[in-house]
Nanobody
Framework: QVQLVESGGGLVQDGASLRLSCLVS????????MAWFRQAPGKEREFVAS????????YYGNSVAGRCTISRENAKNTVSLQMDSLKPEDTAVYYC???????????????????WGQGTQVTVSS
């Protein structure tokens, strides 16, 4: 079994930055493509970013491209999401996900991922 625990969410003002982290335990972290998704009230889960097992392939969702940076440290079993220039529309619960065999072309599809964290709330005030 794989456990994912997110941290780093909070309440910030428009234009601020946040860094989310996800600690993975239970199995070899380097076996998994990692991703961040978010879900706002009443909306579907939205792809934010994904990173391949080695970090060589990175993808971003259209709504965050240019404002977010995903990274991973396999030695520390962590994946991070640096978010800059936050906007009120970025308000959501942010989830970390791990997938064992996720094709790059489908890295933005939630059902491709096998394990999920409990989520961390990010609120951006105007």
């Amino acid at each position: 079994q794989v456990q994912l625990v997110e941290s780093g969410g909070g309440l910030v003002q428009d234009g601020a930055s946040l860094r989310l982290s996800c600690l993975v335990s239970g199995r070899s972290f380097s076996d998994y493509r990692m991703a961040w998704f978010r879900q706002a009230p009443g909306k579907e889960r939205e792809f934010v970013a994904s990173i391949s097992r080695t970090g060589s392939d990175i993808y971003y969702g259209n709504s965050v491209a240019g404002r977010c940076t995903i990274s991973r440290e396999n030695a520390k079993n962590t994946v991070s999401l640096q978010m800059d220039s936050l906007k009120p529309e970025d308000t959501a619960v942010y989830y970390c996900a791990a997938g064992n065999a996720v094709p790059a072309i489908r890295s933005g599809v939630p059902r491709q991922y096998d394990y999920w964290g409990q989520g961390t709330q990010v609120t951006v005030s105007s």
